[in-house]
């Protein structure tokens, strides 16, 4: 559970990365998803390589979750929380979440079923036009809404299990306790707020198509 999703932590940081190169203008992030494309191998085994892992970290998820309530069958008369932070107790919800947000998001973007309007388009160096595809979506308050949902969901899933996945994997050191205490909010603060700045750029025409 742990090694599969900090294999996924790694994409998604990856993912905002790259896809950062929209603020370069059109060409630059339109040559980048070419160049991707250009080396189907690498790209097919990394897409087989991050489902795997997303149907794994799914799969162990549930697993645990059955497991915790088989050990536990009646429910606390009262519940209290001393040290369990939001983000922790709502593990499952925003989970689930970033789930859903996941399939839309590959519908919508990846696949084009969703909004299949701009999905043959291309730049005027041939390559598929990516940075139109994301300038002609964030511009929708409805796509805007839905991916700022999705980002919420995805803070939250990652500030608890950034830090959960050290604990599980005994990388606790009494030295480094605060640092990797801080390192789930830190990688999610990173993420959640690079992605905003991209959906948020678009929608406010600071990128503009």
Known sequence: MALSGLGLVIYVIFHMLGN??????????NAYAALLRDMPILLWAARIGLLSLAVLHVVLAIQLTLRNRRARPIAYAVREY????????????SGVVLLLFIIVHLLHLT??????????????????DVYGKLVHAFQNPFIVAFY????LGLGLHLSHAVTSSFQ????????FNRLLKAAGPGVALLVVLGNVAIIL??????VRG
């Open 20 to 29: 950062f190169q929209v603020f370069e203008g059109p060409l630059a992030l």
């Open 82 to 93: 001393r040290q369990a932070s939001f983000a922790s107790r709502t593990m499952a919800t």
């Open 111 to 128: 696949v084009g079923v969703i909004d299949p309007s701009s999905v043959d388009r291309l730049d005027v160096e041939g390559h598929r």
């Open 148 to 151: 700022l949902a999705g980002q």
């Open 168 to 175: 599980t994997l005994g990388l606790e050191q009494a030295a």
């Open 201 to 206: 750029a678009v929608f406010l025409g600071i």
